[in-house]
């Protein structure tokens, strides 16, 4: 696991060491254990090092001097075994440890052919010097991210925004459709990114970089693919096991330990009955709940499960002012404005995974491939009405988070120009699914390609990245979500609840009496935090802020204030406002600016 970064100069120009440097050092975090560089013509590579795999002998940029390639790559290529050996059967001679290594040799024999027999994450920059171009890859569900712009003489491009900050020519300028995404749905998704020029390499797809700087786009990967199956529960369930074995297989390579994650739900527990199945032994397993609030948690429950398998379990009992001190840090680690209140016990678990671990697995994935989420499977009058007043997505993700009240109030000029734009990336994803395929197989497609890379994801990498911790996902790998994509409905949801087969598979592997358990979620007690003089302090400072004040209406902030604080509503749009106000700061006002891991957040409004 790693941060790459980079540029490719229009020709006549060559890359700078020392913005290559400073680009690096914008992601230390992301790979602490190394650093390296490489200019070779018109391109330059960078790329800081978490070593888990090849420890010895994976520095980074790798170059193939024969074959005239160099790489910085950032993630993990599972199967860089198995690849290994077919490689070395067509005469290639690998000189490292490194999975790395492998991508070099996949594409100096296969060429872009070579994406699609990598199994992982991971995101990764290949100069291909005989050719002159530079090839910007991304995993198939976006796992690992990746961001480029392109300037007047050059592209770059690094695994986060904030490495990109140096190159721009002056001051960041922040994308008002974005904004308004971020605002209305968690998060800003699809190419666009809240900084203005700045844009993701979307997921399963390659960019293909010529020296005259234009830009060619590879889709190599898309769930659109998949094709709905008749398949009865026996053949898979079998099928199921199989997928699971193999992943955890290869998901479990690692020369340094791993540990946990352990929520309490249902997908955590599956990978501790894997990981215990698959010999891991007596991990490190983390867990977090909160002290003095109304909130329920489930700490009882991962610590059962936890025992049940003999971990070394660690619960993490949290107050208020300890989960909200993570504000500043999480926003700044994100890079990209987004409201999962999740981001802040994250933050809190991997920087205590990280004291003493590099590697711990995580559960996401499994709602979206086994259709978890109480949205996928609405009544049918939920679908019909909201489907009547918001047409083009089946009735799903038709809600802003704003409620149109405050919308009307508090949003700028600019911010109020653009309704139409909100559901955009939700529509375009609806409309892009086969017509075979059921409603709730457009729902979990949808989520697959937005709030899944934008949203869920984002908190998984950047949260643990944050403290030099990789995160891995099991759920994720493909072959496992083309499975759950592609099982027919009632495979999914029986009696109104879902990941009917993954619970069916799984009972026998769980303590009893575990999967009884109605699904809580990740929640994070927001509403016992942002409420009477917190609140209105919060206010006072919001109205003087430089970023509210040219995005926002400050004059309708007294009235927020007073409807939070009187119960009426109002902390999405609050969070918001504080999130966005932070964020301006580092991003806008004084990039390099770095919190640390525990802060006051109204001192950074």
Same mark, same amino acid.
């Given at each position: 696991?790693?941060?790459?970064?980079?540029?490719?100069?229009? /020709?006549?120009?060559?890359?700078?060491?020392?913005?290559?440097?400073?680009?690096?050092?914008?992601?230390?975090?992301?790979?602490?254990?190394?650093?390296?560089?490489?200019?070779?013509?018109?391109?330059?590579?960078?790329?800081?090092?978490?070593?888990?795999?090849?420890?010895?002998?994976?520095?980074?940029?790798?170059?193939?001097?024969?074959?005239?390639?160099?790489?910085?790559?950032?993630?993990?290529?599972?199967?860089?075994?198995?690849?290994?050996?077919?490689?070395?059967?067509?005469?290639?001679?690998?000189?490292?440890?490194?999975?790395?290594?492998?991508?070099?040799?996949?594409?100096?024999?296969?060429?872009?052919?070579?994406?699609?027999?990598?199994?992982?994450?991971?995101?990764?920059?290949?100069?291909?010097?005989? =050719?002159?171009?530079?090839?910007?890859?991304?995993?198939?569900?976006?796992?690992?991210?990746?961001?480029?712009?392109?300037?007047?003489?050059?592209?770059?491009?690094?695994?986060?925004?904030?490495?990109?900050?140096?190159?721009?020519?002056?001051?960041?300028?922040?994308?008002?459709?974005?904004?308004?995404?971020?605002?209305?749905?968690?998060?800003?998704?699809?190419?666009?990114?809240?900084?203005?020029?700045?844009?993701?390499?979307?997921?399963?797809?390659?960019?293909?970089?010529?020296?005259?700087?234009?830009?060619?786009?590879?889709?190599?990967?898309?769930?659109?693919?998949?094709?709905?199956?008749?398949?009865?529960?026996?053949?898979?369930?079998?099928?199921?096991?199989?997928?699971?074995?193999?992943?955890?297989?290869?998901?479990?390579?690692?020369?340094?330990?791993?540990?946990?994650?352990?929520?309490?739900?249902?997908?955590?527990?599956?990978?501790?009955?894997?990981?215990?199945?698959?010999?891991?032994?007596?991990?490190?397993?983390? =867990?977090?709940?909160?002290?003095?609030?109304?909130?329920?948690?489930?700490?009882?429950?991962?610590?059962?499960?936890?025992?049940?398998?003999?971990?070394?379990?660690?619960?993490?009992?949290?107050?208020?002012?300890?989960?909200?001190?993570?504000?500043?840090?999480?926003?700044? /680690?994100?890079?990209?404005?987004?409201?999962?209140?999740? =981001?802040?016990?994250? =933050?809190?678990?991997?920087?205590?995974?990280?004291?003493?671990?590099?590697?711990?697995?995580?559960?996401?994935?499994?709602?979206?491939?086994?259709?978890?989420?109480?949205?996928?499977?609405?009544?049918?009058?939920?679908?019909?009405?909201?489907?009547?007043?918001?047409?083009?997505?089946?009735?799903?993700?038709?809600?802003?988070?704003?409620?149109?009240?405050?919308?009307?109030?508090?949003?700028?000029?600019?911010?109020?120009?653009?309704?139409?734009?909100?559901? /955009?990336?939700?529509?375009?994803?609806?409309?892009?699914?086969?017509?075979?395929?059921?409603?709730?197989?457009?729902?979990?497609?949808?989520?697959?390609?937005?709030?899944?890379?934008?949203?869920?994801?984002?908190?998984?990498?950047?949260?643990?990245?944050?403290?030099?911790?990789?995160?891995?996902?099991?759920?994720?790998?493909?072959?496992?979500?083309?499975?759950?994509?592609?099982?027919?409905?009632?495979?999914?949801?029986?009696?109104?609840?879902?990941?009917?087969?993954?619970?069916?598979?799984?009972?026998?592997?769980?303590?009893?009496?575990?999967?009884?358990?109605?699904?809580?979620?990740?929640?994070?007690?927001?509403?016992?935090?942002?409420?009477?003089?917190?609140?209105?302090?919060?206010?006072?400072?919001?109205?003087?802020?430089?970023?509210?004040?040219?995005?926002?209406?400050?004059?309708?902030?007294?009235?927020?204030?007073?409807?939070?604080?009187?119960?009426?509503?109002?902390?999405?749009?609050?969070?918001?406002?504080?999130?966005?106000?932070?964020?301006?700061?580092?991003?806008?006002?004084?990039?390099?600016?770095?919190?640390?891991?525990?802060?006051?957040?109204?001192?950074?409004?």
């Amino acid at each position: 696991m790693c941060g790459i970064a980079g540029v490719l100069m229009r /020709a006549g120009r060559y890359p700078d060491p020392e913005q290559l440097r400073v680009m690096a050092a914008a992601l230390a975090h992301r790979g602490p254990d190394d650093r390296g560089a490489y200019c070779g013509g018109t391109v330059g590579l960078a790329q800081t090092r978490l070593a888990i795999i090849g420890l010895a002998t994976g520095h980074q940029p790798m170059v193939a001097v024969a074959d005239k390639l160099a790489l910085a790559a950032n993630g993990e290529v599972y199967n860089y075994l198995e690849l290994n050996e077919e490689l070395r059967a067509a005469g290639r001679v690998l000189r490292t440890d490194s999975d790395s290594e492998t991508i070099l040799h996949a594409y100096a024999v296969h060429g872009l052919g070579c994406l699609t027999r990598l199994r992982g994450m991971y995101a990764f920059a290949l100069h291909d010097a005989r =050719s002159g171009q530079l090839i910007l890859a991304r995993d198939r569900l976006g796992i690992k991210p990746l961001f480029y712009v392109k300037l007047p003489d050059r592209i770059a491009f690094a695994s986060e925004i904030k490495a990109l900050l140096p190159c721009l020519p002056g001051r960041p300028e922040v994308e008002p459709g974005a904004l308004r995404r971020f605002l209305q749905n968690q998060f800003a998704g699809g190419e666009e990114t809240v900084l203005h020029g700045i844009r993701r390499v979307l997921p399963g797809e390659a960019l293909v970089l010529q020296p005259d700087l234009s830009i060619e786009r590879h889709r190599y990967w898309s769930a659109l693919a998949v094709a709905p199956r008749t398949i009865g529960v026996a053949q898979a369930r079998e099928e199921l096991d199989r997928l699971m074995h193999t992943a955890m297989q290869e998901h479990m390579r690692s020369e340094v330990p791993f540990g946990l994650f352990l929520s309490g739900g249902v997908d955590s527990a599956v990978l501790a009955a894997q990981l215990h199945a698959h010999g891991a032994g007596r991990i490190r397993s983390f =867990s977090v709940g909160y002290r003095g609030t109304t909130m329920a948690d489930e700490l009882d429950e991962a610590a059962r499960v936890a025992a049940h398998f003999g971990f070394d379990h660690q619960p993490l009992e949290l107050t208020l002012d300890q989960v909200f001190a993570r504000i500043p840090h999480s926003v700044w /680690a994100a890079d990209e404005l987004m409201r999962d209140y999740a =981001s802040l016990p994250t =933050s809190i678990l991997a920087q205590a995974a990280g004291d003493e671990l590099k590697v711990v697995f995580s559960g996401e994935g499994g709602d979206e491939a086994f259709a978890g989420y109480r949205r996928y499977h609405p009544r049918p009058l939920e679908r019909w009405f909201k489907t009547l007043r918001h047409p083009g997505s089946g009735g799903f993700r038709t809600r802003g988070q704003w409620s149109r009240h405050w919308s009307q109030r508090l949003f700028g000029l600019r911010l109020g120009a653009a309704p139409g734009l909100d559901r /955009a990336p939700f529509l375009a994803a609806w409309a892009a699914t086969p017509a075979a395929w059921s409603a709730m197989q457009r729902r979990q497609y949808t989520d697959l390609v937005t709030a899944l890379p934008d949203n869920l994801l984002v908190k998984t990498d950047r949260m643990l990245m944050a403290f030099g911790v990789e995160g891995r996902v099991p759920f994720l790998d493909h072959r496992v979500v083309e499975f759950g994509l592609s099982l027919p409905d009632p495979l999914k949801v029986r009696r109104h609840r879902g990941k009917w087969l993954l619970r069916h598979w799984a009972e026998p592997l769980l303590p009893p009496g575990h999967l009884e358990r109605p699904k809580r979620g990740f929640h994070v007690p927001v509403g016992d935090w942002l409420t009477g003089d917190l609140a209105r302090r919060l206010g006072e400072r919001l109205a003087t802020n430089r970023g509210i004040r040219e995005w926002f209406n400050p004059a309708a902030l007294p009235a927020l204030v007073a409807a939070r604080q009187a119960g009426r509503g109002g902390e999405r749009e609050l969070f918001g406002l504080m999130q966005f106000a932070i964020w301006h700061r580092i991003f806008i006002e004084e990039p390099g600016l770095i919190p640390a891991p525990d802060e006051d957040p109204l001192e950074w409004v």
